[in-house]
């Protein structure tokens, strides 16, 4: 059936393997910061998305290339991906957490990668719920990936615009595993920048406190 639809509607038809299709929905239902689940066959072809509206709109049909894919097969595990600045079916900045599952005839057979998107907006709303600029503190706090990009971010007017930290001496010792501060320009601005990694799924992400620093 997939080699049949996947060229028009970029997997399985809208009521085909509904038991599957469920399951996405009631995993959607169940975390608010998961805006859609989809399963990708061994090959990397996509195999369905919920909720499938999205998947009509895909403009993509294989995902062999992506890093939450390729990771979640060779490492055996769960990964979380790196972020992506938008969604291509949506338009949402988004990261994805893959698990790779088994044959139950051969657990050494795969039999493709389930995976979820995370919704930035909801790491953004949680950063910017700590109202850091309405009480006229100077602190900004972001997440980013092991690349640098920034994830979600609590200054509510720069959390839409893509950004990069992957300059910051506090953001390579942070994916090197270190905890700390130092002081170094932002936006040419010195700032004190406090620094923490988040290892999760084989990946790294960061947490940066950046507040100005005096002269």
């Known amino acids: ?31 608010n910061d998961l805006y859609e689940i989809f399963f990708i066959m061994p090959n990397g072809n ?17 995902y062999a290339f992506r890093d939450y894919f390729r990771e979640a097969i060779k490492g055996n595990d769960t990964y979380l991906g790196n972020g992506l600045n938008t969604a291509a079916a949506s338009g949402i900045r988004t990261a994805q957490i893959a698990v790779p599952v088994y044959s139950l005839k051969d657990n050494s ?46 200054d509510i007017s720069k959390s839409t615009i893509p950004e990069s930290f992957s300059n910051l001496t506090g953001f390579r010792a942070a994916v090197s595993e270190q905890t700390g501060s130092t002081i170094e320009k932002v936006d040419n601005t010195k700032m004190l920048v406090a620094y923490q990694p988040v290892n999760k799924f084989h990946n790294s992400w960061v947490v940066l406190s950046m507040q100005s620093s005096p002269p």
């Open 1 to 31: 059936m997939l080699n049949l639809t996947l060229n028009t509607l970029h997997g399985i038809p809208q009521y085909a393997d509904i038991e599957k299709r469920q399951l996405g929905r009631s995993i959607i239902s169940s975390n």
């Open 109 to 154: 057979t795969i039999a493709g990668v389930w995976a979820g998107s995370i919704d930035f907006n909801v790491l953004n709303k949680e950063l910017q719920s700590l109202n850091l600029t309405s009480l006229g503190d100077s602190t900004r706090i972001v997440y980013v990936d092991s690349k640098g990009q920034k994830i979600a971010d609590s």
């Open 46 to 62: 996509m195999y369905f998305v919920e909720p499938y509206s999205i998947q009509k709109t895909l403009s993509k049909n294989n």
